[in-house]
């Protein structure tokens, strides 16, 4: 067993733990020079693919995996200090498995193992391969405050589901509870009307899971609303939601 350092950006680590609130189990794929990361939520009708360079998180394997991303985050910071971020390294077995994560920081002389997971566990369920053939019915772009304001609805409402119906030039968010006649109305006005009309319904919770940022948006009628946050770094990050039936 070899221990080797991992180099990262401090922005890949970031996004990881935001969507580690999808799914705490993440699994790293390096191929050639690309990081790929597939995943769902225990309800599979969340899934993000993210994509980065390789130097975002220059791990000595193809393959990497936390059991709970969480645990990761919470050794990384234990290790960091407000000036030296925390330096990582891997335990590399002889047959090229990922076992140990090392925590270092320069400025100290203690060290943090964090076990790595199994990376032939599933991870992302294959059914969403399915909407990379998406055809939308609207395109709408979506700024930061726009997301929040609908997340906040949620949150005021105790929502369970909403609603997304097009009517002409008008896309409206009808956030609602099933235990009260308590509901919101988020009304959002396109440039271009929907191709045709349509209502179909998400769960809040898959809404409440969208990390903060602002996003182009793609509505399937089908049933299928397709995100692509827009980043001024190289991190790539599109997320798929899947209306209940």
Do not use: W
Request: some cysteine.
């Amino acid at each position: 067993m070899t221990e080797q350092k991992l180099d990262y950006n401090k922005s890949y680590i970031d996004v990881l733990e935001t969507l580690s609130a999808v799914n705490p189990r993440i699994k790293v794929v390096k191929n050639g020079d690309k990081l790929t990361i597939m995943s769902n939520n225990q309800s599979s009708n969340f899934c993000y693919i993210l994509e980065a360079p390789t130097s975002y998180f220059n791990m000595p394997v193809n393959e990497l995996g936390f059991i709970d991303f969480n645990r990761f985050k919470k050794f990384y910071e234990a290790m960091s200090s407000k000036t030296v971020f925390a330096s990582l390294s891997v335990n590399v077995d002889d047959d090229g498995t990922a076992v140990d994560m090392i925590f270092k920081n320069e400025a100290r002389s203690d060290k943090l193992t964090l076990r790595l997971g199994d990376t032939t566990l599933p991870t992302f369920d294959s059914s969403f391969h399915e909407l990379a053939d998406h055809s939308p019915d609207v395109v709408v772009e979506f700024d930061q405050e726009t997301i929040k304001e609908i997340q906040r609805k949620i949150s005021i409402i105790g929502a369970d589901y909403i609603d997304v119906t097009s009517n002409d030039n008008v896309l409206n968010f009808n956030v609602y509870t099933m235990r009260s006649a308590d509901r919101a109305d988020y009304p959002v006005f396109l440039e271009q009307p929907a191709a045709k009309p349509f209502a179909i319904k998400f769960t809040a919770e898959a809404l409440n899971l969208l990390p903060e940022g602002k996003y182009k948006i793609e509505i399937d009628a089908d049933g299928c609303l397709v995100l692509f946050q827009e980043r001024e770094d190289d991190i790539k990050l599109k997320i798929m939601l899947l209306a209940e039936e």
